[in-house]
């Protein structure tokens, strides 16, 4: 089964410029990665935020690793487990996560 999140990450800073309003329909956006292991795509990003949705096919693993930025995940198909700060937890459908800035973290398609 697969695992589809939806993430978005958030950075708390001051911005010099503020990017102009943005609606994007998710069919026009490119998506990006490994064949086979993993995908993800940008859906809108401004200057403090981002928000995409990553795609991890069977067996496939996002490894170790911090972000600089806040991240936030939302659980729209499938399930896996992720570790936050060595800290297993089991996520599924609709299952909501908050990872702060500078977290160890890695997700594993498959609960």
Request: hydrophobic content about 45%.
């Amino acid at each position: 089964m697969r695992y589809l999140i939806s993430i978005c990450s958030v950075l708390i800073a001051s911005c010099a410029m503020t990017p102009p309003a943005q609606v994007t329909q998710s069919d026009d956006v490119v998506w990006h990665g490994l064949p086979g292991k993993a995908k993800v795509r940008t859906l809108v990003q401004g200057g403090n935020a981002w928000i995409g949705t990553l795609v991890l096919e069977p067996t496939a693993q996002v490894p170790l690793h911090r972000d600089a930025t806040e991240e936030y995940i939302v659980v729209t198909e499938g399930g896996g487990v992720l570790w936050i700060d060595g800290k297993r937890h089991v996520v599924v459908v609709g299952s909501a996560v908050f990872m702060p800035a500078g977290a160890q973290v890695r997700f594993e398609n498959g609960a």
